[in-house]
């Protein structure tokens, strides 16, 4: 069973869209046409990134955490630049069927 997150063309070109999935909070992005899902927590001090939620700094087409600055590559979620250089915010393994985006259930076996 998939949980249905958001539809893609909610997420921006660029930046980041967030949303609940039961308690946790996401962030997704679209890179060149692909959606990718990451927890939406920082590796720096493990709060959110958006400055309010669902809102995002963006930089040169990165994601930068409104606390303290670490600024992350939306293709990989690897941080680039600040104080969690060299951590990744954590992925979260999505599918998109139809233009919707759904959560994989951790049962979930293949996408279509
Ligand atoms: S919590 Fe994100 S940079 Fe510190």
Redo the contacts with the bound molecule.
Sequence with gaps: MKLRLCRVTEIPPEGAHAVEAGDEDLLLTRVDGVVRAFHNV?P????R?DWSPGRFLVEEGRIV?A????TFDRADGRCVA???RGARLAPVAVVVVDGEVFLESASGSGSR
């Design positions: 920082c720096h001090a493990g709060r990134l955490c606390a303290h600055g670490a600040g104080p969690a």
